[in-house]
């Protein structure tokens, strides 16, 4: 969370929510107001996809931000303790 607190101090990204409704709900109010920002969502990923595939829902544009290749600090999956990750 640390991480996402310091981007917002930045301004990358614009924004902070806490979960899928929410974020698409704001995209979509920014959207009639033809306005453009970009949304930071503290989730694993592969949920997210997978939510986004059964609502048919195509983002514009969709990033990652996980040091997956960085053994320390990266990528475990949600349902995994550090040992058998």
């Known amino acids: 969370m640390e991480k996402i607190r310091r ?3 930045n301004k990358y990204p614009d924004t902070y ?3 899928l ?11 009639a107001q033809h306005k453009r ?6 989730e694993n990923a ?7 595939a059964k609502r048919k829902i195509v ?12 053994l320390n600090i990266g990528y475990i999956p949600k349902e995994y303790e550090v040992p058998k990750a």
């Open 37 to 42: 920002i970009s949304i930071g969502l503290l």
């Open 21 to 31: 409704d929410e974020a698409l709900k704001f995209k979509d109010e920014t959207l």
């Open 7 to 9: 981007r917002l101090r």
């Open 46 to 52: 592969a949920k997210i996809y997978y939510e986004l």
């Open 17 to 19: 929510v806490d979960n």
């Open 59 to 70: 983002p514009d544009v969709l990033s990652d931000q996980t040091a997956a290749t960085d």
